[in-house]
């Protein structure tokens, strides 16, 4: 599951900057250069479902009678189905070794250059070992945040959100996280509801 | 001769310490604002007009032109560091400036930008001076059916942003237009995909969308990647060799005169000069094909074009009264407000705030350089925020932008379904730009075919009977050609042989960079 056990502790030991980081090995199989990536079969069918959604829709749409119009409403739409259809035939017959050519260019540079330069912040972003679970975590994590803005305000939300979001994203020092987290959406909420009239929900905080 | 008097009546008025101060606030503050993904001019000057409110007539606008043109250079600034373009005008000073910031010269980038900005700027002045009244009386004979044309011709540089596949350009570029199409439609009020939704009846905003499939997907690209790759070094030395300025000179002049008239062309705008200036280019450049990897000349050709463009758009607005765009249109509300209707009669009526511009101008494109060039360093700092920090710093950012533009958390979660999207036309070879276009002149290019064949009696022909539209459909058509050529040939090799070496070479390219070099032929 998690190949940083020691994660915990790590925030006290005074050596973890200067610690030479591993590069970082996928273990589920699925490597960065991987996830996400599909078949132009799978694309083609995709937004060829797409387009055949779209093009009933627009077959389904109203026609405009009180005044004789030379083109419909949904003239324009039928035409852009058709035509995104045909692109999706067409996606879906093209060849797939382009993708896995670029793949595995960038797998075998990537293993080489980034061992070369380990900048202070070059320590990878999150800590799940497939990719696809991390992404998935951080729109989840976005459409929490998003739910909470009008319940808890702005203020409140952004401060969770940033605070959690940059610990979680594995930046350790921590006093920096929390001053930026409690700083900045009230300097931001300040600017915008009192400097530039761009009113913030304020949630329960009093002001 | 009168008119380098009315000019000089002009500098007397733009230098008054008085005014001198409002250029320098409007331009700073401008810059400031441009370069917070999300806001730009549109929301800068809205964001200023309240403090324009009260103030003398001419120095209101003075600062508020400052403000523009401030907020396209900040604008450039984000697109080159963050790849998160907030104003659709610096998209394309992303598709170089972003590679090239990558590469650690962000330095040399921002300056090109700066520089080629001053250029840009300075001669659409130069323009606006000599021809605004010629011109403006040639433009504004321009129907519907000219319009469509110009969308068409807009439309057709997609094929030289759509990378190394252009099937998938072109479903970028229809989905944007399919995209452009929700909400109520304004000619006969019916709704089209709204799925009965009230938040959508409005249609989706440009911004939810350019900071969805730009900024929102580059973090999660970012995340994707562990935050490895691309890894970037700081920003080293602004200073351009002179024979990088040589490299530069000659597509920045073309740019400024091209940005200059596609902007004084209502409706185009900055947006579309500089995709035009930039895939002119592309085209005349020996080395094309590395465009879109950090090429200098692809940050000085839409950056001279948009500011030109910007410049450009007030021709129509003091002439003729008509906004050229969305930002010029904010600016007609602002004098409007200020007691001033511009217009055929402003020339006349009130010279001081026609030439008390033009020279605000000038000044306003020095301030800028002056301005700008000291603090890039300061502006690159952003570069040096960890990762880890700068990644939900720029998705509150993007919140906060959309919430401030619509106060609906319908559009925050339109905001994340986008930056998805975005995110997986990234990692499959989708280029985002054409998208984009597709999204800003999709509605545009309905409207006027409607209109123009309303006015024909629905009679097609009359896009090939006019002469201006006929013209412009006409070079469209051209620029089509060998991109088009290309790719069915492109598509039977790949037929014949599914696994020929060219193939590997074609892939050989970016990753998931934004866009591709079309041909894969070496250089020379």
């Known amino acids: 599951m998690s190949d940083r056990t020691t994660t915990p502790n790590e925030a006290a030991a005074e050596t973890v900057r200067s610690r030479p980081r591993r590069p970082w090995r996928p273990r589920a199989g699925v ?14 069918t995709a937004v060829g479902l797409f387009a055949i959604g779209y093009l009933v829709l627009a077959f389904q ?19 852009l189905g058709v035509v995104l259809l045909v692109l999706a035939v067409l996606l879906f017959f093209q060849r797939a070794p382009v993708d896995e050519a670029a793949a595995a260019d960038s797998t075998s540079t990537d293993g080489t250059s980034t061992d070369a330069d380990p900048a202070q912040d070059a320590a990878r972003l999150g800590r799940l070992a497939d990719p696809r679970l991390e992404i998935g975590l951080f729109v989840g994590a976005l459409v929490a945040y998003v739910a909470l803005f009008e319940p808890l305000g702005f203020v409140l939300a952004t401060a969770l959100y940033l605070g959690s979001m940059t610990w979680y994203l594995g930046y350790r020092r921590h006093l920096v996280t929390a001053t930026v987290a409690l700083s900045l959406p009230f300097a931001l909420y300040a600017a915008m509801t009192w400097g530039l009239g761009v009113v913030l929900p304020s949630g329960p905080l009093p002001f | ?80 560091l963050l790849n998160a373009p907030g104003v659709a005008g610096t998209v394309a000073t992303s598709f170089d400036g972003y590679p090239m910031a990558l590469r650690g010269r962000a330095g040399k980038a921002l300056a090109i930008a700066a520089i080629s900005s001053f250029v840009g700027g300075t001669i659409g002045v130069v323009g606006l001076m000599a021809i605004a009244p010629g011109l403006a009386s040639f433009a504004v004979s321009f129907g519907p059916t000219e319009y469509f044309a110009l969308m068409v011709l807009g439309l057709t540089a997609v094929v030289s942003l759509g990378g190394n596949n252009l099937v998938k350009g072109l479903i970028s570029a229809v989905v944007g237009v399919m995209t452009a199409l929700v909400g109520i439609d304004s000619q006969t009020a019916i709704v089209r995909y709204t799925f009965d939704l009230p938040e959508l009846y409005e249609g989706v905003e440009f911004l939810i969308v350019a900071l969805g499939v730009f900024a929102l997907a580059e973090v999660l690209v970012m995340l994707n990647r562990r935050g490895q790759g691309g ?9 351009l060799s002179g024979r990088e300025l040589g490299r530069i000179a000659p597509p920045t002049l073309r740019s400024s005169v091209l940005g200059f008239f596609t902007g004084v062309l209502p409706g185009a705008g900055a947006t579309v000069a500089s995709f035009l200036s930039y895939s002119m280019e592309k085209k005349i450049a020996r080395d094309g094909d590395t465009f ?23 021709v129509p607005l003091m002439t003729l009264g008509v906004p050229g765009s969305g930002t010029t249109a904010i600016l007609l509300g602002a004098l409007l407000v200020l007691g001033v209707t511009p217009g055929p009669t402003m020339l006349a009526d009130n010279p001081d705030m026609f030439w008390g511009v033009v020279a605000s101008m000038y000044v306003g494109s020095v301030v800028l350089l002056v301005l700008n060039l000291p603090l890039i360093p300061v502006f690159a700092k952003v570069l040096n925020t960890p990762r880890a920090v700068l990644v939900p710093l720029v998705v509150v950012f993007c919140v906060v932008g959309v919430y401030g533009l619509s106060f609906s958390v319908f559009d925050l979660g339109l905001l994340a379904a986008f930056g998805a999207v975005g995110f997986l036309m990234r990692r499959n070879g989708f280029p985002a730009a054409p998208l984009i276009l597709g999204l800003i002149l999709g509605g545009l290019m309905e409207t006027n075919m409607r209109r123009a064949l309303q006015i024909s009696g629905g009679d097609w022909g009359v896009f090939a009977s006019e002469p201006i539209s006929a013209g412009l459909l006409a070079v469209a058509l051209l620029s089509l050609l060998p991109a088009l050529v290309r790719a069915v040939r492109g598509l039977r090799r790949g037929r014949v042989g599914p696994s020929s070496p060219e193939a590997a070479t074609d892939a050989g390219a970016v990753p998931d960079g934004g866009s591709e070099d079309q041909a894969p032929t070496p250089r020379g």
Do not use: C
């Open chain 2, 231 to 239: 890894a970037r070094k700081g920003v080293t030395s602004l200073r």
């Open chain 2, 292 to 314: 879109g990897q950090g090429n200098p000349k692809g940050v000085a050709a839409p950056e001279a074009a948009n500011n030109a463009a910007a410049v450009g758009s007030f």
């Open chain 2, 1 to 80: 001769m009168g008119m380098l008097d009315q000019l000089l009546h002009g500098f007397s008025i733009a230098l008054t310490p008085q005014n001198l101060l409002f250029v320098l606030i409007g331009v700073l503050a401008g810059t400031v604002i441009g370069i917070l993904p999300g806001l730009g001019p549109m929301s800068a000057i809205a964001l200023m007009i309240p403090i324009a409110y009260g103030m003398e007539p001419t120095s209101a606008i003075i600062m508020l032109a400052g403000v523009y043109y401030g907020a396209i250079f900040g604008g450039s600034t984000s697109s080159i």
């Open chain 1, 31 to 44: 490597t960065p250069e991987q996830a996400f990536r599909f078949s132009p079969r799978t694309m083609g």
């Open chain 1, 61 to 79: 749409m109203p026609d405009y009678t009180a005044v004789s119009v030379p083109v419909q409403p949904s003239t324009l739409p039928r035409w």
